[in-house]
């Protein structure tokens, strides 16, 4: 079968015992995911990163009144204030991003603007 033979192949009839679409999601509340959070980000060349050292300040591009980013699995999923409990960082969520649609075609960049109906 080519390429596009299996492209155009229809899917099997379902018998409807398969879990609807957004089924029983309890079955993933054991997956493991990886939570970072990102506080800011820098370019710099390859020289420079090699020449830090101990006592290197490495600027970012985040003030520091802003809110950080909380990646899951590497996407951002919300935004927080960076607390301290005990000895500890901790994250303090003060937003959350609304899901988005699959379909959309996700490739990490922001969606381009709409064009303008008017114009």
Same mark, same amino acid.
Do not use: I, N
């Given at each position: 079968m080519s390429p596009e033979e299996l492209e155009r192949a229809p899917l099997p009839a379902s018998d409807g015992s398969a879990a609807p679409a957004g089924g029983d999601l309890a079955r *993933?509340? !054991?997956v493991t995911v990886e939570l970072s959070v990102e506080v800011g980000r820098t370019r710099m060349t390859l020289g420079q990163a090699l020449s830090l050292g101990p006592g290197s300040v490495v600027a970012l591009n985040r003030s520091?009144?802003?809110?950080? !980013? *909380?990646l899951v699995n590497g996407k951002q999923v919300a935004r927080g204030e960076v607390v301290v409990i005990d000895d500890d960082f901790g994250l303090r969520i003060t937003e959350v991003n609304e899901l988005e649609d699959e379909s959309d075609g996700d490739d990490g960049e922001a969606p381009a603007p709409a064009a303008d109906a008017a114009a």
């Open positions: *993933l509340f !054991d520091a009144r802003e809110p950080v !980013d *909380l």
